[in-house]
């Protein structure tokens, strides 16, 4: 027997992973988007079935309520990372994740949107996302990285056309002008990966100078803890001073503790477990042939995914 299709459950289906890739960008937490795209869900569920059938374009309308809901979300976020404990990172996400890449469920990506939105997930890019205001991030994300036009960024904004093209202009200067995100866009997949393969086996034979070597002198290592974890409180700034660090970790790490070689956010990264459960995620940038920036989440909250992974 044919179970006939529902269209309110064909609409859902076929937009929640666009709704995940974009909440998750907007919010930097893979929490926070499944959240946001579980209560776009319940919204789209409470209209009536002749309410849904008046919307010409579900995804359209998917895509509207999921920004304003991440619109109120950033706005409230701000205020509680006024209060967290160290330095705020945004969640990694596991090497697998369907989240990287992909606009909507099913749909064809074309070779050139696949690089913005691979891009558009990294480590670094997200950092940079947190230093805009809400409305720069989500005119920049809604128009840059999924190409909706500003009279449909207006409306989830809830400013004019024009103003959205100047919010999209002002966070494109901050990309722009970022120490975060450099010229390892272009940087073959293969050079990156070997870098942060001579990083973990410098760090694993406590070799100080190699690690010396291996990072940019102007080097920065950021850590996120969330007051759940220990781990350095303060950014660390410059090569020499991170490899010393890096040394006195690997004196105080666990036998027990192993790391593995994982993709973070699309890029090579380092993954420490202990006890079966992933306690560390480390993310990389690169520039040239040196390490220019190091993530390090060890707050177990954003770590739920990798156990699973």
Request: proline share 5%; hydrophobic share 45%; net charge negative.
């Amino acid at each position: 027997m044919t179970i006939p299709s529902d269209p309110s459950l064909d609409a859902i289906m076929s937009e929640r992973r666009h709704l995940l890739n974009l909440a998750y960008r907007l919010l930097g937490s893979v929490t926070e988007a499944e959240d946001a795209v579980q209560e776009t869900c319940t919204r789209w569920y409470a209209l009536s079935r002749a309410q849904q059938d008046a919307i010409g374009s579900p995804g359209a309308w998917l895509t509207t309520v999921a920004g304003r809901i991440c619109l109120n979300l950033l706005g409230s976020a701000r205020a509680r990372r006024e209060t967290y404990v160290g330095e705020w990172i945004p969640e990694p996400l596991p090497g697998h994740s369907e989240w990287i890449g992909g606009r909507t469920g099913g749909a064809a990506v074309d070779p050139a949107d696949r690089v913005t939105l691979d891009e558009s997930v990294g480590l670094a890019f997200l950092v940079v996302l947190e230093e805009m205001t809400p409305a720069e991030r989500v005119a920049f994300i809604l128009h840059d990285v999924f190409c909706h036009s500003f009279a449909e960024v207006a409306e989830i904004v809830g400013r004019t056309p024009a103003a959205c093209r100047q919010l999209a202009s002002s966070a494109r200067r901050r990309v722009r002008d970022s120490r975060y995100v450099t010229a390892a866009t272009s940087m073959p997949s293969g050079q990156r990966t070997g870098l942060v393969r001579d990083f973990k086996r410098a760090w694993e034979a406590q070799d100080i100078n190699a690690l010396i070597g291996l990072l940019d002198p102007a080097a920065t290592a950021v850590a996120d803890g969330g007051g759940l974890a220990v781990t350095f409180l303060a950014p660390i700034e410059g090569g020499e001073q991170i490899a010393r660090a890096w040394m006195e970790i690997a004196r105080r790490t666990p036998e027990t503790m192993t790391f593995s070689e994982r993709t973070v956010n699309g890029r090579p990264g380092l993954v420490a477990e202990q006890d079966g459960a992933v306690v560390t995620v480390l993310a990389f940038e690169v520039a040239g042939d040196r390490i220019t920036h190091i993530w390090v989440v060890r707050n177990p909250e954003k770590l739920r995914h990798w156990t699973a992974a």
